[in-house]
């Protein structure tokens, strides 16, 4: 669908990808809504989508609690009448150890990754299922969502919870007539943000938060289900899917650190 003139939530938008995204989207005239905790970062980058032309809005929040993400669905509404893209991109993925990690660690990951889509999904789909032109909730998964990766299981489990269950709303909506509604999941490979930097997870073939934003916008135009990027790493894990798992293990074995 086409990005300009529209009305774009994107949720953790202070930084990275989001905050690129924000930046890309601002050239196109558009009413963009920015949410995230940190608030001197996320004025900056409503300042910036200003300056490019676009109408700004910004909720400081945590989309780990469902009351945020209503209420900032519910103002998005009243004040605009409607959501035609929303880009769920709250997430993170430090690097992390299944044989050490705390139950709350790893509950935590999922919260973040998980809970932040789902506290923003059902206001969203309650209100889109109501409008009647195209519109598309768009979720910020990741490569990692395919398979389990040492350094980040806890993250590839939560980026999978949430494919799976995309793919069954995209069935839903199909079975019960409402299918100008758009569901896409957005899978990059390694990209360099500021989460990324130091992290210690290797990163082959990675790209620049710029370069995401470019291939979100593209998804966005193409409304492709899953856009995966960049080619080689989409290529790679596709073939690992295929992989005999032993060899799968063999192989990201060779790419983890020794200790970690
Ligand atoms: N970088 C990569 O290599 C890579 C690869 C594949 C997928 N991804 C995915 O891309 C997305 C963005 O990651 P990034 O690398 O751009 O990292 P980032 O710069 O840390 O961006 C994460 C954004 O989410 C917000 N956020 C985190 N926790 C939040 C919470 N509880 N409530 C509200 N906002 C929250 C952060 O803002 P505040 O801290 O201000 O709240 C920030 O704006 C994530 O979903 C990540 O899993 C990243």
Not at 119 to 130: A, C, D, E, G, S
Not at 222 to 239: H, M, Q, V, Y
Request: hydrophobic share 40%; proline share 4%; glycine share 6%.
């Amino acid at each position: 669908m086409e990005y300009r003139n529209k009305v774009i939530l994107i949720t953790g938008a202070s930084s990275g990808i989001g905050k690129s995204t924000a930046k890309a989207l601002a050239q196109f005239n558009n009413t963009i809504i920015l949410t995230a905790r940190r608030e001197s970062l996320l004025k900056r980058v409503a300042n910036d989508v200003i300056k490019s032309g676009s109408e700004c809005l910004t909720f400081v929040g945590d989309g780990r609690e469902p009351s945020h993400a209503e209420a900032v669905v519910d103002e998005i509404v009243k004040r605009f009448g409607k959501i035609d893209i929303a880009l769920l991109n709250i997430g993170m993925g430090p690097p992390s150890n299944t044989l050490e990690a705390s139950v709350q660690t790893i509950l935590d990951c999922m919260d973040i990754n998980y809970k932040s889509l789902i506290n923003f999904y059902v206001p969203l789909i309650r209100q889109m299922k109501k409008q009647k032109e195209v519109c598309m909730i768009s979720h910020m998964n990741s490569l990692a969502t395919y398979f389990g990766i040492p350094m980040q299981g806890d993250y590839t489990a939560a980026k999978g919870a949430a494919r799976l269950f995309l793919e069954t709303v995209r069935m839903e909506l199909k079975h019960f007539g409402f299918e100008h509604i758009r569901i896409q999941t957005v899978h990059p490979g390694f990209v360099d943000t500021d989460a990324s930097k130091n992290d210690g997870i290797p990163a082959p073939n990675q790209i620049s938060e710029e370069k995401a934003a470019a291939y979100v916008l593209k998804g966005f135009q193409k409304e492709w289900k899953e856009n995966r990027f960049p080619f080689g790493t989409s290529l790679a894990t596709r073939i690992g899917r295929i992989a005999p798992l032993r060899l799968r293990t063999k192989i990201l074995l060779s790419e983890a650190p020794k200790n970690f």
